[in-house]
Every structure is written in C-alpha cells, then in structure tokens.
T-cell receptor
Framework: NAGVTQTPKFQVLKTGQSMTLQCAQDMNHEYMSWYRQDPGMGLRLIHYSVGAGITDQGEVPNGYNVSRSTTEDFPLRLLSAAPSQTSVYFC??????????????FGPGTRLTVT | RKEVEQDPGPFNVPEGATVAFNCTYSNSASQSFFWYRQDCRKEPKLLMSVYSSGNEDGRFTAQLNRASQYISLLIRDSKLSDSATYLCVAYAPNGFGSNYQLIWGAGTKLIIKP
C-alpha cells in the first residue's frame, strides 16, 4: 500500500494564482482531511470529509475549496493565493465511526510559498 | 489561551537519560488524547494513545490527569533516534454544536545528544 500520497511536494505561487493540491489514499478510509502547519502553531484543520460526496469546513476554511468525488481522492483548491497561505499542507485519512477517533495517517506534505 | 498547550523546548537530553514533558488542554469535555511524533520536515505519525489508566509501550509511558487537565509523556533510556518533535492531540468539541475534532498542540522539540 502506498498509504497517503500528496502532490506536489513543493510549490511556489504568485499572489492571485490558483492551484490544486492533490491527495489520494489507498486504505479505503472514509475520513479525509486537510491541515496546514505553521511555525509555532499546531496543525489547523482546513476542510474534512466523512465520505464521498460529503465535505465540511474546519477551523480555517477561508480561501480554500475541496471536493470528494471518490473515496480515494480529496483535492484541495486554493482559489486566489495570498502570502498568508504560505505554509506546509498535510492531507490525512483515517477510519470513521461517529463519536470515535482513529489513528490519522498523513501524507508527506506540500510546502507552499506564495510570493 | 491555546486549547492545547505544549512547551516548545527544545529539550536537550543526553542519551540514556529519562525525559518527560506535559501538555495541557483547556476543554474539560475533551474525550481522547494522543501523542504523535514528527521528524524534521516529515509528516506526523501516531506514537501512542493516552488512556485514562495510563499506558506504556516499551520505553514510552503516557499518563492522563483529568483533574488538572494535562497529559504527559515519559521516555526512558532515551536514544538518538528519539530526537523529534512530539505533538499532543486532544479530541475535543470544536465550538460548533456537538461536533468534535482533533485539536493539535504546536509540539515539543526533543534533541538527544550522544
């Protein structure tokens, strides 16, 4: 199993550009999520999904969109990049049962710089 | 006040020593707790869950103190390979209805020196 894969690993954008960060998992996990990690701060949840066709906002959703058309894929779209979106982005997946939290499996991360 | 707070360190510890660090959480309704390990420029990986009765996995011991709202991680006989950042995580209400989510601390950096 490849686990959770993310592409690209590094990206530099100019302010105002848009792009999509890709995330895929091959563990048949229902729950998938996107986090950003900034120095001195904990991982912050951007968006999450509990299954194909279902997405919801996390703590810091502004400026980002997601979709979940299949169980395997959960892309994150930056609509109009801003320097404040410079960060490391992690995609994670896990099993899902209401009221229960499971081990989160993370992808290797995407390091994004917005100039 | 941060919902999950950790001493950022770094903790500089000689190889073979015992080191312990705590993590405090602000929401008493938090249900579950975890320690994740993150190596430099890598993704977080689960180290261990933290149970009410405490739990031990080899050289690692995790404890939960609900009265004082903190969890702890103890590492005995530390190895060079233990050098990493340790992230504390609480499964807590997110402030929107009855939804829960994982709340992450910023991490404690541990450096084991030979």
């Amino acid at each position: 199993n490849a686990g959770v894969t993310q592409t690209p690993k590094f990206q530099v954008l100019k302010t105002g550009q848009s792009m999509t960060l890709q995330c895929a998992q091959d563990m048949n996990h229902e729950y998938m999520s996107w986090y950003r990690q900034d120095p001195g701060m904990g991982l912050r949840l951007i968006h999450y999904s509990v299954g194909a066709g279902i997405t919801d906002q996390g703590e810091v959703p502004n400026g980002y969109n997601v979709s979940r058309s299949t169980t395997e894929d959960f892309p994150l779209r930056l609509l109009s990049a801003a320097p404040s979106q410079t960060s490391v982005y992690f995609c994670a997946s896990s099993y899902s049962t209401p009221g229960t939290v499971y081990e989160q499996y993370f992808g290797p991360g995407t390091r994004l710089t917005v100039t | 006040r941060k919902e999950v707070e950790q001493d950022p360190g770094p903790f500089n510890v000689p190889e073979g020593a015992t080191v312990a660090f705590n993590c405090t959480y602000s929401n008493s309704a938090s249900q579950s707790f975890f320690w994740y390990r993150q190596d430099c420029r890598k993704e977080p990986k689960l180290l261990m869950s933290v149970y009410s009765s405490g739990n031990e996995d080899g050289r690692f011991t995790a404890q939960l103190n609900r009265a004082s709202q903190y969890i702890s991680l103890l590492i005995r006989d530390s190895k060079l390979s233990d050098s990493a950042t340790y992230l504390c995580v609480a499964y807590a209400p997110n402030g929107f209805g009855s939804n829960y989510q994982l709340i992450w601390g910023a991490g404690t950096k541990l450096i084991i020196k030979p």
